[in-house]
């Protein structure tokens, strides 16, 4: 369980987090998305501990980032947006050499290097030297280190940036992979579609302050109140916008063309059936549906301007 | 329990050390290393062939003209090693801790439970366990002068020890550089510069005191801390209190208290948010200045250890005043305070005693004081261990000590609050202290000399320091240009008062000075 109580960090006059507070449990994928300099790292940092935070908390299982920083080490893995890897050494040379500073006992650390070179499918480069690996196994590599002491929290940052399409679907999938084994993941990126895909909660961050919190139907359903159904009949749409008008829940009915209705309402799944039932009841013959829904791109435009600190 | 993880953590850190095994398999890698150990072996058999060819040993006649030979053969190879380690130790280090910054991977390794001293302690054991393995290299050169007769086997091992010790220093010296500087290319120029300087004043003193000796081995611990004279001061030894202390011994404890100090010092740079490696850092600070001061009081009757006669008390009252001057090196991180470095570094207000041993600025002038204190106790302390008593020549130097840290102080904080950033606040009062104490030290002898001016009748006692100079004939003016100082000092601080006031007032910071006071 990771709870964050109004973190806040100051440098001098410039405040890079303005007191922000979330809570995850076991198994949840946090997507936090910000513009450059929103304060995505500043908030990572502050977690990892590399960062001392000028007030608030940082509370992983127990152990505070501030008073207990090597037991929350214990339990962190931390990818930052660069690699930092040693060059001059062979794969699972470097694992193994994180797998001690993070004191996994000797006896342990063979085995544990060959589950994880397998989880992030780079088995067969384990004798190759870093250098030699292209950008996408580099970054593989990153996460499989985050990996050797079996963190309960991970944080990556930026994780899929200069990844091409094949490596960023199979980092996403292995993401997936790791909140299903019950570790908490704080991902943050800037594309957003896909953390869409695999977060069950996503946070928008802007000038240091957490603008939205929760799931992704949450978080989009707080900038949109009400829903849009687009209902395509064979003919007469103004007459089918006229009878649904009235109905409980719909806020507003416009026919954009001679066959297509769009339908603003309030409420649930039973709402949108019973405005289709209507117009089937009435003779108008429905040959489409389609929801409009904002996805997170919306979200994030309509909840942010672009400021920085 | 305790006992237990302290022994686990004990045997990881010095025995099982990650960061050394990874570098030592990095080292070891291929055929650079075995190509470096030719190259090596080949110059010093180079040098010692070239250097018994050159001698002209077969001309040789008496036993005793060979008997000198064969010893300033053994000496000159010591002399090589001593240049060698001098040249390869700051090379194998320096980079170490910048480059891993550089290549960003500082930021991983710390957000493992990794201490800095397990790291650091990693990183001294890799770049030393190389030193020790070119030295080892050597032992078959050096054994040559053995079984020519040039020199013990027992000197040999002495002259190891110390150049080991050397080597130590040196390593450590450029680790603590590396983890200063920003960028690889700076902490290598700074080692070199650090080693060189010294190198050049170790040797200074030390070929006063080794070639002045006679044929008696007693000789002061200052000449055993230059490399290069290994050969003449392994078998020397210092008369304190009537026993013959091995000067390597005292040479050894000395550099490891060095060590472990600098060691500090890199920890802090490497983990700037925690409190307990500042507080681990003056904590030492303290404790060395009063155990120098006791050591110099208790030597300050004697010719014993640093091979001085003895002084008179004006000259005991300056030389414990000179034992802080090591402080003025880290005046301008100890004082100065900014807004642009998280709030670790903001001014919290004047003097507070409960702040002596943090990073935050209002603790700076009860350390300085502090320290000032302790080695003025220290200084009586020792004396009155040998049945001295401290003399009334000996007080003008309080107050003058007290002047002059006083107004260093005053313009750290006047630098700081007239600049907003700590980092400018620091180099400008370098250059403070560059201007006052250093520069003068190159510019009077050249006014003296453009001006016909001789010595004693000359321009020092316009230096900062100038009391220093000639502590018997300056007495109780040292108390006047203290009083001066501390004068200065008043004012320096009411400017640097009104400043701040002022700055806080227009940059509208979020947490004031009033507010953390």
């Not at chain 2, 620091?426 to 520069?439: D, E, H, P």
Request: aromatic share 12%; net charge neutral; charged share 15%.
């Amino acid at each position: 369980m990771l709870e964050v109580k109004n973190l806040r960090k100051e440098y001098g006059a410039l405040t890079a987090v303005k007191g922000i507070s979330f809570s995850l449990r076991p198994g949840d994928i946090f997507g936090f998305i910000g513009s450059n300099g929103a304060g995505k790292t500043t908030t990572i940092r502050m977690i990892s501990t590399l960062l001392e935070p000028t007030s608030g908390t940082a509370v992983l299982n127990g152990a505070d980032v501030v008073a207990n920083p090597m037991d929350v080490r214990r339990m962190i893995g931390y990818m930052p947006d660069f690699f930092g890897l040693y060059d001059d050494v062979k794969v699972w040379e470097y694992l193994d050499f994180f797998a001690a500073i993070y004191r996994v006992p000797s006896g342990q650390r063979h085995d544990i290097i060959t589950n994880v070179l397998e989880l992030t499918d780079l088995t067969v480069k384990k004798d190759a030297f870093v250098q030699s690996l292209s950008r996408g196994m580099q970054q593989r590599l990153c996460l499989a280190r985050c990996l050797v002491h079996d963190p309960a929290l991970l944080l990556l940052d930026e994780p899929a940036s200069g990844l091409d399409p094949r490596a960023r679907a199979d980092l996403k999938e292995l993401i997936a992979e790791l909140g299903r084994m019950g570790k908490i993941v704080i991902v943050s990126s800037h594309i957003l579609p896909e953390l869409a895909d695999f977060c069950n909660c996503v946070g928008i961050i802007e000038r240091g302050e957490l603008l939205a919190f929760g799931t992704v139907d949450d978080v989009v359903r707080g900038i949109q109140p009400t829903r849009e159904l687009e209902i395509r009949v064979l003919f007469d749409a103004p007459n089918a916008a006229r009878s649904v008008s009235s109905m409980a829940g719909v806020h507003e009915v416009r026919s954009t063309a001679d066959d297509t209705v769009r339908v603003e309402f309030s409420g649930t799944l039973e709402v949108q059936a019973d405005i289709i039932d209507k117009l089937v009841r009435d003779g108008y013959r429905v040959v489409g549906l389609r929801e409009q829904q904002a996805d997170l791109e919306d979200v994030f435009l309509r909840l942010t301007t672009g400021a920085v600190n | 329990m305790a006992i237990t993880a302290w022994i686990t953590e004990f045997r990881d850190t010095y025995f099982a050390n990650a960061t050394s095994r990874r570098d030592f398999r990095v080292q070891m890698r291929g055929s650079r290393s075995a190509i470096l150990f030719g190259c090596y072996l080949s110059a010093l058999v180079a040098v010692a062939t070239i250097y018994y060819s050159s001698s002209n040993f077969g001309q040789v006649q008496s036993v005793v003209e060979a008997q000198r030979a064969l010893t300033e053969f053994y000496a000159t190879m010591m002399r090589v090693l001593a240049v060698l380690v001098v040249l390869i130790t700051p090379a194998l280090s320096a980079s170490t801790v910048a480059a891993e910054r550089a290549r960003q991977s500082l930021d991983l390794i710390f957000s493992a439970p990794v201490s800095p001293r397990y790291y650091l302690v990693g990183k001294v054991i890799s770049s030393y366990r190389y030193t020790w393995m070119l030295l080892v290299l050597a032992l078959p050169i050096t054994a040559a002068a053995v079984v020519l007769g040039g020199a013990a086997w027992a000197d040999v091992l002495n002259a190891y020890l110390l150049l080991s010790f050397h080597a130590l220093l040196f390593t450590t010296f450029a680790l603590l550089m590396s983890s200063v500087a920003a960028k690889p290319v700076s902490a290598i120029v700074w080692s070199y510069v650090g080693v060189g300087f010294y190198a050049f004043f170790t040797s200074m003193f030390a070929t006063y005191s080794t070639f002045t000796r006679g044929s008696t081995d007693e000789l002061p611990v200052i000449a055993t801390l230059t490399p290069f004279f290994v050969a003449e001061t392994a078998s020397s030894y210092s008369l304190i209190n009537g026993v013959n202390v091995p000067n390597w011994i005292l040479t050894g404890l000395l550099v490891l208290a060095a060590c472990k100090f600098m060691l500090l010092g890199a920890a802090v740079r490497l983990e700037p948010g925690q409190p307990k490696h500042v507080r681990s850092l003056r904590s030492h600070a303290l404790a060395y200045g009063f155990a120098l001061a006791v050591l110099y009081g208790f030597c300050a009757g004697t010719s014993g250890l640093f091979g001085m006669t003895a002084p008179n008390p004006a000259e005991v009252g300056s030389n414990t005043f000179a034992i802080g001057l090591v402080l003025l090196l880290f005046m301008p991180g100890l004082v100065s305070y900014g807004f642009d470095d998280g709030r670790r570094h903001y001014p919290d207000g004047v003097f507070k005693f409960r702040n002596i041993l943090t990073a935050k600025p209002s603790g700076a002038l009860p350390f300085l004081l502090t320290f000032f204190g302790l080695t003025i106790v220290g200084a009586i302390a020792g004396q009155s261990a040998y049945g001295k008593a401290a003399s009334p020549e000996f007080w003008p130097w309080v107050v003058f000590g007290l002047g002059f840290w006083t107004m260093f102080w005053a313009f750290g904080r006047l630098a700081s609050s007239a600049l907003l950033g700590v980092k400018s606040a620091r180099s400008v009062l370098t250059g403070i202290i560059c201007t006052f104490v250093l520069l003068p030290i190159g510019i009077i002898p050249a006014l003296q000399t453009a001006l016909g001016i001789v010595w004693p009748n000359n321009l020092w006692m316009f230096w900062i320091l100038g009391p220093v100079t000639d502590p018997k004939k300056y007495g109780v003016t040292a108390a006047f240009y203290g009083a001066g100082y501390l004068f200065l000092a008043i004012l320096v601080f009411a400017a640097a008062e009104a400043s701040l006031k002022k700055r806080m007032l227009v940059a509208r910071l979020p947490h004031g000075y009033s507010a953390t006071t």
